[in-house]
């Protein structure tokens, strides 16, 4: 069955609301578009990581429903938290990695063709530690890159979920990826120091 963006937002005020079967139609109805999520957050990850796309989804869904209590606003809002609920989680899994193997934590990609690839190289741990300081200088830049770096929404998607036109969105991406870009290289956009 394929659900729009009108029944999903339907769903996940029934959810709220308390109802079972609305939470059995809404996992049916976003799954399939949290397994892409998630598998984009392994894309660069190695092959034997211990924490699976699967495993992922299903501890993202119990911190959803399971915690406070969210007024959901529409679909592009579902996915947004979501999103941020699985950077956490592997933020969590990864710190709890590093500090087991020292050195050995999360890889992560940020790649300028794509709006939901993690730079190259860089744990997730630090990305998120960065995340956080941008959030302190530009929050309406963090929220973008929440948006599209870990929950892979379209600018459109992130513009509708945060409130933004889209050339708002992409004026907050582009500075937030040269800002993260120095951050972790120690270089600006054109690999100059």
């Not at 996940?12 to 139609?25: F, H, I, M, T, Y």
């Not at 934590?105 to 997730?124: F, R, S, T, W, Y």
């Not at 300081?133 to 992130?158: C, I, N, Q, S, Y």
Request: hydrophobic share 40%.
């Amino acid at each position: 069955m394929t659900y729009d963006a009108m029944h999903i937002t339907k769903l996940l005020k029934d959810v709220r609301g308390g109802s079972p079967e609305a939470a059995n139609q809404l996992m049916e109805a976003v799954y399939t578009d949290l397994r892409a999520i998630a598998r984009r957050s392994f894309a660069d990850e190695r092959p034997d990581h211990t924490l699976q796309p699967t495993a992922l989804v299903h501890e993202a869904w119990m911190r959803l429903f399971n915690g406070a209590e969210i007024d959901w606003r529409d679909r592009s809002h579902f996915f947004a938290i979501a999103g941020r609920q699985m950077r956490r989680i592997l933020v969590d899994h990864g710190r709890e990695v590093h500090a087991r193997k020292r050195g050995c934590g999360l890889k992560v990609a940020l790649n300028d063709n794509l709006h939901n690839m993690p730079a190259q190289g860089c744990e997730i741990g630090l990305v998120d530690d960065l995340l956080q300081r941008l959030h302190r200088l530009d929050p309406e830049a963090a929220k973008v890159v929440e948006m599209k770096f870990f929950a892979g929404l379209t600018d459109e998607e992130a513009a509708s979920a945060l409130g933004y036109s889209h050339s708002t969105v992409r004026r907050h991406w582009s500075f937030a990826r040269a800002w993260l870009r120095r951050q972790i290289t120690g270089t600006d956009c054109n690999g100059k120091n």
